[in-house]
């Protein structure tokens, strides 16, 4: 299929992120308050919509679809889309539907996934330190997201592990997180933790950990050998030369990757935010509503009209040791 939404830099975009809800059965101190008031139901896009606004982007082009929250396994019913997704893989035009997660519903819908149509996954996971998972992400339960990734692989999904990287938190795990990874046969990819949402007493710049840093500590033990792989997201991968493992670099803060972004997120509102780190947003919702089941002739205008105003790029910096570049919405609402 040719690409047909190409934006402002000559970049087409094919890469959709959505986020299904903005609900989360976790807190994690990154992402969001720990006393979150949520969208009310009316705001929300319906699942028929979702599926709606997501043919209508594969229509023009887009061939990678990532659902996200929130925890998007926690909105009700979620697998009626999933299952309804499958027809747009099953016809070509959708190449991959995957996944992020944080693995409190895996055991219960891996194998649900698998059969729908996923196959990679990407999990988020910052220690493998039970207590301080209890702390990193105040709700969650490091045992329940274990047996998620057991039944995660049971059914034949590949994941990858998101790690975050938090100074003071995390670095003492750097190895044992390798480590671990390799013996499960999962992928791990370090993510630098982004000016996002209100701070509250979070220091952002307290917790960023550059990772050129986490890499020159990577060197000290393994021969990293830069990959010219690319999967349409934003990491950079090294191979560990003594293991054989690739690892993946997410850095928005020290190397800016927006020269290469071919994707867009739309929130579960129906905004499509047209970068991660600007304000700049397109409402889809009013379009989708106002447009008959057989004429989505308002919403694709809107939705060329929205590309045609992607920027250049982010302008996260914390280079002046403040969190310059920040953006008030939370994680959790444009979808992880």
């Known amino acids: ?117 996923v196959r990679r996954i990407n999990v988020s996971l910052d220690t493998l330190d039970e207590d301080k998972f209890a702390r990193v992400t105040r709700w969650g339960r490091l045992p329940q997201v274990l047996r998620g990734l057991d039944a995660a692989q049971k ?79 934003p990491a950079r991968y090294v191979k560990l030369v003594e293991s054989g493992q690739k690892i993946g670099f997410i850095t928005p803060l020290t190397h800016n990757f927006c020269e290469s972004c071919n994707r867009v997120r739309m929130t579960c509102t129906g905004e499509l935010y047209m970068c991660l780190g600007q304000e700049d947003m397109m409402d889809l919702r009013g379009p989708l509503r106002a447009c008959p089941p057989e004429d989505d002739s308002q919403l694709v205008a809107a939705i060329h009209k929205a590309i045609g105003l992607k920027p250049k790029g982010h302008d996260f910096d914390y280079s002046r040791q403040r969190a310059d570049g920040q953006v008030s919405r939370h994680m959790s609402h444009t979808g992880g």
């Not at 830099?9 to 903005?22: I, K, N, P």
């Not at 019913?77 to 991959?96: C, N, P, V």
């Not at 046969?185 to 007493?201: A, C, H, K, R, S």
């Not at 307290?206 to 393994?222: E, I």
């Open 1 to 117: 299929m040719t690409p047909q939404l190409i934006d402002p830099f000559a970049r087409a975009v094919t890469y959709l992120r959505v986020s299904v809800t903005d609900r989360c059965d976790f807190r994690c101190v990154y992402c969001m308050a720990e006393n979150m008031t949520f969208l009310p139901k009316k705001e929300l896009l319906t699942l028929e919509e979702l599926d709606r606004m997501c043919s209508t982007f594969i229509g023009l082009g887009v061939e990678k679809l990532r659902i996200t929250g929130g925890e998007p396994l926690v909105r009700r019913d979620i697998m009626t889309f999933f299952q309804s997704m499958t027809r747009h893989l099953d016809s070509g035009a959708l190449k991959e539907l995957t996944v992020t997660t944080n693995g409190s519903q895996l055991e219960k819908f891996a194998q649900p996934l698998y059969d729908a149509g």
């Open 155 to 233: 059914a034949g999904l590949r994941v990858k592990i998101n790690t975050v990287a938090l100074k003071g938190f995390n670095e003492d795990e750097l190895f044992t997180l390798i480590e671990w990874c390799a013996e499960r046969d999962m992928d791990l990819t370090f993510i630098e933790v982004m000016p996002m949402g209100d701070l509250g007493p979070e220091d952002r710049v307290g917790q960023y950990w550059s990772l050129d840093d986490l890499r020159a500590q990577l060197s000290q033990q393994y021969t990293l050998l830069d990959l010219a792989e690319r999967t349409g997201g």
